[in-house]
Structures are given as structure tokens and as C-alpha cells.
């Protein structure tokens, strides 16, 4: 029995949550230069917001952007897969980035609700630019 779940045919199907790290790169729409120090921020949606067995997932905190205009947050969300690959769901979920000076940048995790990733990933990694805009 065993030796047939390792069967290149075998249908490999979970569901569960995955940790997601969203990497955001701050920058001065006009002159290309990083913004450090400027502060990021999660909204999940409210329809991933809870793990498949009904725990609320814990928000994350807002990270600020190192000297170079990067910070990372993670967050745990719905996730399924089989062995083509998984999807890691973030809905409507989006990322606001916010510097003194700067008009806020607000920006969608995925345009289609769902973030895909090939068979074998280990980390689930997303990353977003935010082109800020001077006020």
C-alpha cells in the first residue's frame, strides 16, 4: 500500500493554511530612490480570514521598510494544493504602504484572489512594489 502513494499517478490532495510573506519595496515614483522608513500594513479580507477549521488567523503587525526601501510581513492564510501545485487564497487582501510626505499606496495581494505556486515550494513568497507618490 505504501508503495502506491508513491506512485508518479498517484492524486496528492491537501488543504489547510500556509504562511505567506509579502515583500514590499518602497520607492520615490519620480526618482526611482528607496523610501526608507516608511511603514506597511496588512487588510486581510474578511472571507480569509479564518483557517479552514474555523481559527481566526492572527493579523500581523505593520513592519517598517529597512534603509533600503524593503520589509516583509507574514501572515498565515487558506491554502490547498495537490500535486500539480498549491494556491495559497488572499481574496481581496491588500497592502498599504505609508511615509511622511508621501501620498498612501494601497495595492491587492493577488488580482485574481489566490496566489499559485508550483509543486515542490516550500515558502510562499510574494513580492509588491509601491511607487510613492510626493505630496
Known sequence: ??????????????????ELSIRVTATDA????????AT????RDRRVARSPNGRAYPNPSSAS?????HGTLRASFPAAGDAQGSCVFVCDSHVTVKAPGYRAFSARVSAIY????????KTYVVTIVAELIRV
Open 114 to 121: 489566490r496566489l499559485d505556486f508550483p509543486r515542490g515550494r
Open 30 to 37: 519620480a526618482t526611482r530612490a528607496p523610501v526608507p522608513g
Open 40 to 43: 506597511i500594513a496588512l487588510a
Open 1 to 18: 500500500m505504501v508503495a502506491s502513494l508513491k506512485s508518479k499517478d498517484a492524486i496528492y490532495i491537501w488543504d489547510g493554511d500556509a
Open 65 to 69: 521598510m529597512d534603509s533600503q526601501g
